[in-house]
């Protein structure tokens, strides 16, 4: 071990000494971030923690320390974080947050501009919608490590086969999905989460963005709404307009081009079933696309291109920003911020954004990383990504950062899958969602 | 006097922590959730406010609410009425002195063992409409395939059979063993008295199996009541609600809404209906001689 | 009423071990027969064939001339009384009672009827809310008699129905045993360790030993006329002496060496000896009841000379426990007179009440 460290270190040496500027934070890096000390991360059970519990004794020699990873399920890490805040000194260095956590978050989490500012962070280089993601109140509180955006996958074979256009607009998927459902034996037009709950809400939130509006009544700014400032009288829920009326149908006609137990569907076990050939096209999380380009196997293997989400009637091609960010809790002690940042720096740095992607996480929050040959080689998808966040075609207000985002995602995953599963109409099951929203919002004190 | 007054002294100073523990893990919580109902309260949130009955009331409303408790009802009803059927004629089939029933028995308390997370996981899987092996199993046999854990009809039954498959052989298990302490002069005196099988077993087995036959059915009542793992890993309510029991919405609410108010307030009504339930069992549990 | 016969029965368990062996008897119409033995002599067993609980390994049970080996016993018609009463815990006294009309479709009326009835005929009316926990081990058994005479059966089979009772119950419960089968009628067939309970109740006992027959009669042919020594030491209130003797001719008339006295027979004994013993060389033992003997102060030819150890006082009368060198004898002498311990006594034996065994055991002096 010992040898290795010097070994490193002596490489590091040279690397300074003989290799252009640009390398200077690899070399950083490399002289161990840690410097013998220890950190603690409160973390999510997604894959780039994943990776990092994975490669996790390369990653403490990287750093020359030790690094506690306690990885929690979701709703636990939120529980967790929330507890955490109420201590008088917080018992992690750095948490893991949700894009649309930090609306709940937000005042007790330090804020991280000054720190950007003093070490030089080249900020550009991230994608504009996952940095601004973290930009609230006017304070930026995260630093992406995994942010990747829910776009629309589908076969380009199957396509070109079938003579069929990209699809951009919810009409052409349709379209698509109609054609090619039960064209050949097990393949279905569409795969989506369906599931109940989370993952019909979430679907319902985003897809109702892609057709213009989200689920509550947010200021409209330019090329999109405002993200960063959403008082009370933005909490009003908007599932009795007509934009949600066009999304509802929209869902409703998916059903018919599902694959069967559709609606128990979700998260990964739609891009297995779109991996192993069962739909044309799917709903994805950018990252996941790893589990079928990484497996020799797979049908969809090489075979995939991607766009972002099909846009409404009159609607937008817009494709919602989701995961993760590294902040540190404010009740953190002052002397350990400065090792705390430097944690985020190195975490977030594209050598290991780099790094991340050899272990089956396609994600790549930066312009620089995404250029990379090798990362593009590993991840076609990433590339897509990068040409969408560029043309602007990724945003975060689809899921709005409030509160209570997750009651808003269980009411509309609850009460839309009565409509889905045809207990309910779906009129019926939208004036019910809106009333359910609206008490929620009035329990809470919002009006 | 001033001795056994001492004694006693010392033996309450002896008893006194574990009732401090007994009122600590017990009451303690129920006090601390109808404390926390009458509050409105999110988690990480702010300070709780006090607002009376204002979750019950809003409970009251609450369709998902009222649904729940009959979806948790039927989930019991038929978890229950299944686990007792079958894991009683298992007991008895067992109770037949076969060579090999020994081992037998003891591969049938195997689910037991299992975590119900991971029953519901494997269960999950095997419901699944495109990787499931039961799927695969119904169209080799050229059938349509079945929405197991989709269709409206069927899917609290995958879940009642998944609760069957894990808590059956319990049910077994305490039946077999209040088979086997049956004192055998009784059935003597039934043959002597010319009772044929059917009569011994409707008079005589089965009123004397009476008390087990309770508190197994209390327990598993009680138990299946309080299931939330395989909703949690095989449905999450769905589809449209049908699986929606009790702890799961309670779960929704409080640990991933963190209104704790209201969850508060639902596990209130949860304990009050469970109370009532297993009282009316309990009070049948003897032979009720203790009724005079 | 049936008669119930035993036709060279037998009873194994494990291929060598017999409960019961070759067993042969009949029980008269209207009868009531006793099974009177030790524990595990096979009693219990002889009876759980005839009820049904138990195969039957060997033999026929017959009755009325019908063979009844292989009829259920749901089938058999008999009505059982318990040693433990077996009563249904989970029913109260009433649903005890009315089980065994269960089987009948009755009318509820008849049965309460019958039910009441029977309650008042053991006195047990007042207890028919009540569990068996709830009860005494005598009217418990009540209970148990009530339960097998509601049905009318033509047959009783009791197994040892007052073992776990107190003396006095006992007695009470006897009796009433007893005038319920002079009310009935029925063919009964009892069990019981206790031969006074069985002199007390029965026609005609039957002595089992080793899953054997070894005889059958009332009390005093037993008494008087046992089949052998293990008959002569069972039955009897106080325990039979017995104690090595010989035989010896006094001019061609034989008579009894015990412990140096010389014992002269009457005719009818003495006969008995002269056709079967033909050597004087086989052990013998004389028995001799503690009513047949009388101790004196003065020593004579025919008495034996004992010196007193032990004297057990019972009211009117005592036993007195003696030893000489020939053994150890138990004599009854009326209590006034029971001479203190460490005195020596000379005891006479009344001859004609004699019992003299062989070297397997067998009664000589057997005279019915």
């Known amino acids: ?447 | 006097m001033s001795l056994l007054r001492e004694k006693r002294k010392i033996a309450f100073a002896m008893i006194s922590p574990s009732i401090l523990v007994i009122v600590a893990i017990n009451i303690f919580p129920i006090i601390f959730a109808v404390y926390i109902s009458l509050h409105l309260w999110s988690f990480g949130r702010g300070e709780p406010r006090f607002a009376g009955l204002l979750n019950y009331e809003d409970l009251y409303y609450d369709g998902r609410f009222i649904d729940a408790v009959f979806t948790s009802a039927k989930f019991v009803f038929f978890a229950v009425l299944v686990e007792f059927l079958v894991g009683f004629a298992l007991a008895f089939l067992f109770n037949v002195k076969v060579r090999g029933m020994a081992t037998l028995r003891q591969v049938a308390v195997l689910p037991i063992m299992v975590m119900p997370i991971v029953a519901g996981l494997v269960w999950f899987y095997m419901f699944n409409e495109n990787f499931g092996v039961i799927n695969w199993l119904v169209t080799l046999l050229g059938a349509p395939k079945v929405g197991f854990l989709t269709d409206l009809d069927v899917a609290l039954f995958s879940i009642v059979l998944a609760d069957a498959w894990q808590w059956t052989p319990f049910v077994m298990l305490v039946m077999f063993a209040a088979l086997q302490s049956l004192p055998e002069y009784v059935y003597e005196a039934a043959k002597m008295d010319g009772l044929n099988g059917w009569q011994t077993f409707w008079r005589v087995t089965i009123p004397m199996l009476r008390p087990s036959i309770m508190i197994v059915i209390i327990l598993r009542i009680v138990d299946s009541f309080k299931m939330i793992e395989l909703v949690f890993m095989m449905t999450q309510g769905g589809p449209a609600g049908r699986t929606e029991v009790l702890p799961w919405y309670l779960y929704v609410t409080g640990f991933q809404g963190l209104d704790l108010g209201y969850a508060a307030a639902i596990a209130v009504c949860m304990l009050i209906i469970v109370t009532i339930f297993t009282q009316f069992f309990v009070a049948r549990i003897g032979f009720g001689d203790d009724q005079k | ?368």
Request: glycine share 8%.
């Open chain 3, 1 to 368: 009423m049936p008669r119930i016969e035993f036709d060279n029965v037998s009873k194994r368990y494990t291929p060598t071990t017999h409960a019961v062996k070759n067993l042969t008897f009949a029980i008269e119409n209207g009868s009531f027969l006793c099974v009177l033995g030790p524990s595990g002599c096979g009693k219990s067993s002889t009876l759980r064939m005839l009820a049904g609980l138990e195969s039957i390994t060997e033999g026929e049970i017959r009755v009325d001339g019908k063979r009844y080996n292989e009829l259920k016993a749901q089938s058999r018609d008999f009505a059982m009384v318990f040693e433990n009463y077996a009563l249904y815990p989970h029913l109260d006294v009433y649903g005890n009672l009315a089980m065994p009309l269960a089987t009948r479709r009755l009318p509820r009326r008849e049965i309460a009827r019958r039910v009441g009835e029977i309650a008042e005929t053991l006195q047990i009316t007042e207890h028919l809310r009540k569990r068996p926990r709830q009860l005494s081990g005598g009217q418990r058994q009540r209970v148990g008699l009530g339960r097998a005479i509601i049905r009318d059966t033509r047959t009783f089979l009791m197994d040892e129905p007052l073992g776990h009772m107190e003396a006095y119950l006992r007695q009470q419960l006897r009796t009433e045993i007893r005038r319920l089968h002079e009310e009935l009628g029925a063919t009964t067939f009892y069990i019981t360790h206790d031969q006074e309970e069985a002199a007390a109740i029965s026609d005609q006992i039957v002595v089992m030993s080793d899953g054997r027959l070894q005889q059958a009669g009332d009390l005093l042919t037993l008494l008087d006329n046992p089949v052998n020594k293990f008959v002569a030491e069972f039955i009897g209130n106080l325990p039979i002496s017995i104690i090595p003797a010989a035989v010896a001719s006094n001019f061609g008339v034989p008579e009894l060496i015990v412990g140096g006295a010389r014992m002269p027979l009457p005719e009818n004994r003495a006969s008995l000896i002269e056709s079967s013993i033909s050597s004087g060389g086989s052990k013998l033992e004389v028995g001799v009841r503690p009513g047949d003997i009388e101790l004196f102060e003065d020593s004579a030819p025919n008495r034996l000379p004992l010196s007193v150890t032990v004297v057990e006082p019972l009211g009117d009368s005592a036993v007195v426990v003696a030893d000489g060198p020939a053994g150890r004898l138990r004599a009854t002498v009326p209590a006034d007179t029971a001479p203190p311990p460490g005195k020596s006594v000379h005891a006479e034996f009344d001859p004609s009440r004699l019992l003299l065994f062989d070297e397997a055991g067998i009664n000589i002096f057997r005279t019915a």
């Open chain 1, 1 to 447: 071990m010992a040898s290795m460290n010097f070994y490193s270190r002596t490489t590091a040496a040279f690397a300074v000494a003989s290799v252009a500027a640009s390398f200077a934070a690899t070399s950083a890096s490399s002289e161990g971030v840690l410097n013998g000390e220890t950190i603690r991360i409160l973390a999510i059970g997604d894959p780039v923690f994943q990776v990092m519990q994975r490669i996790h004794g390369d990653l403490e020699e990287m750093a020359g320390g030790t690094i506690e990873l306690d990885v929690r399920g979701f709703d636990v890490l939120r529980q967790q974080v929330l507890l955490n805040a109420q201590n008088d000194v917080s018992n992690y260095d750095l948490v893991s947050v949700d894009l649309p956590q930090f609306g709940e978050y937000k005042d007790f989490l330090v804020d991280l501009a000054g720190y950007v500012e003093e070490s030089g962070m080249d900020w550009e280089d991230f994608h504009a919608a996952a940095w601004t993601g973290a930009y609230h109140d006017q304070k930026q509180l995260g630093i992406p490590i995994q942010p990747h955006p829910e776009i629309f996958a589908y076969r380009v074979d199957l396509f070109e086969e079938a003579g069929l256009e990209p699809p951009r607009t919810t009409e052409q998927v349709l379209a698509a999905a109609k054609a090619l459902h039960g064209s050949k034996d097990g393949l279905s037009g569409i795969c989506w989460n369906a599931a109940r709950g989370t993952p019909l809400g979430q679907t319902i939130t985003m897809v109702m963005g892609s057709h213009g509006l989200p689920v509550i009544a947010m200021n409209p700014i330019e090329g999109g709404f405002d993200l960063g400032n959403v008082g009370p009288e933005n909490m009003h829920p908007q599932m009795d307009s007509e934009t949600a009326n066009e999304m509802a149908a929209y869902l409703m006609e998916l059903m018919k081009y599902s694959p069967p137990g559709i609606l128990n569907m979700a998260w990964d076990e739609r891009v297995r079933v779109f991996a192993q050939g069962g739909c044309a096209m799917t709903y994805i999380w950018s990252g996941r696309s790893a589990i079928y380009e990484l497996d020799e196997n797979a049908e969809a293997r090489g075979n995939v291109s991607y766009l972002p989400h099909p846009a409404g009637p009159n609607g937008l091609n817009v494709s919602t920003l989701g995961g993760w960010f590294l902040s540190i809790p404010d009740n953190l002690p002052e002397d350990r911020r400065d090792l705390a940042w430097s944690v985020i720096e190195w975490m977030t740095s594209p050598e290991m954004m780099a790094e991340y992607t050899k272990h089956g996480n396609c994600v790549a929050p930066s312009h620089s990383v995404s250029q990379d040959e090798e990362v593009v080689a590993r991840c076609p998808v990433i590339p897509y990504v990068d040409a969408m966040a560029t043309s602007g075609e990724i945003a975060g207000w689809q899921r709005p950062p409030v509160p209570e985002i997750q009651q808003i995602f269980d009411i509309l995953g609850a009460e839309f899958h009565e409509a889905l599963a045809g207990a309910e109409s779906p009129e019926d099951s939208l004036m019910e969602a809106q009333r359910q929203l609206d008490r929620v919002m009035r329990r809470a004190g919002y009006y």
